[in-house]
């Protein structure tokens, strides 16, 4: 099977997943999917663009996502870019003026920053508070309590648009523990963004999406099921 029609399968499969769950999701929203395109050539993401088939995209590199982005033919397509990964301030202004929302934001230094290079750009950035699930200190974002007062301090931050949370579960934890973690996130998300203004909770990766849309994410963050399952050694 050729690699085009692998890549477009493996996207079918994730879309059809999310669509049935979120059929279950007590929540009832509308789910977008964000293609996390960090470990992808350049080639397959190409073909998914040619194809019309990604409307967001996930990156964790600023100079890396910046040179494939702002090459003409990726540049050509519309796609809503999400910096998804551990922002440093001297890349801030870099990665206002690519991304469109930047779904990292745990501290408030860097939040005043990036309300800084918006405002010089003249854009506004959609931003989201990563909330940190686990108590590994290798593992960026903030734990749920201090994410919150976060949201709050920033909220009012001129050329900001603070719509959400961004959470990354642990790996070895028990689907049902996973559940849990998942539905904290969620009910801190619909007090503290209620519905009527543009919001997202991102929860999710290609290891545990089903859960998290089953929990209320929508905007599930998916790589390797995309762009790595079936393609080893192709
Ligand atoms: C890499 C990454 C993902 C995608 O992970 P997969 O397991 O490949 O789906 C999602 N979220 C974040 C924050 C990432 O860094």
Redesign the pocket.
Known sequence: MCREKILMDNLDRVEKMISLTSQKAASQEAVSL?A?T??AQDKDVLALLAAGRLKHI?E?RVQQAFLRWTSPAFAAYPVVKHF??HLQKNKAAKAVMLFDFI??VDSLPLAETLSRCAVQQGKTLRVLV?VKLTDKQSQSGLALPQARLLAKQIAGLPGLCVCGY?A?APQTDEPETLRGLFRLVRKAFEEDFPAGKERWL?L????D?AVAVEEGSTLP????????RNLEGL
């Open positions: 964000m996390v960090k470990y996930g964790s998804i990964g779904d990292s990563q961004m990354i991102s999710g990766m290609s290891a999406f963050r998916v790589g390797s099921d995309i762009f790595a």
